[in-house]
Nanobody
């Protein structure tokens, strides 16, 4: 059974950093695509970044390029999202998600598509 669990959210001042972690069970990182989504109050959920661990393909939404980095740790079956230069617009509930169809979900054209398995989310707040 595929399960993903997020951790690492919190409150940070503008310009600060956080590292989110997504710990997976029921599969190996090489088998799936893993993505981070976020949703702010009153806004639609958006894909932030995805990782296709098998070939190290990494996609990012334009608003986080150069600030966020996604990475995988196969020994711990964990995917991290390092977030630097956080701004109030980055605040929201961050979800980890997984998809067996890794080439579709984290595609070569840079897109972050739909995912099948979701965690409960971890809250990120950015405020002074």
């Amino acid at each position: 059974q595929v399960q993903v669990v997020e951790s690492g959210g919190g409150l940070v001042q503008p310009g600060g950093s956080l590292r989110l972690s997504c710990t997976a069970s029921g599969f190996n990182l090489e088998d799936l695509a893993i993505a981070w989504f976020r949703q702010a109050p009153g806004k639609e959920r958006e894909g932030v970044s995805c990782l296709r661990y098998i070939d190290n393909t990494r996609n990012y939404v334009d608003s986080v390029k150069g600030r966020f980095t996604i990475s995988g740790d196969s020994d711990r079956n964990t995917v991290h999202l390092q977030m630097n230069g956080l701004q109030p617009g980055d605040a929201g509930l961050y979800y980890c998600a997984a998809n067996w169809n890794k080439y579709y979900a984290c595609s070569d054209d840079g897109r972050i598509r739909s995912y099948d398995y979701w965690g409960q989310g971890t809250q990120v707040n950015v405020s002074s």
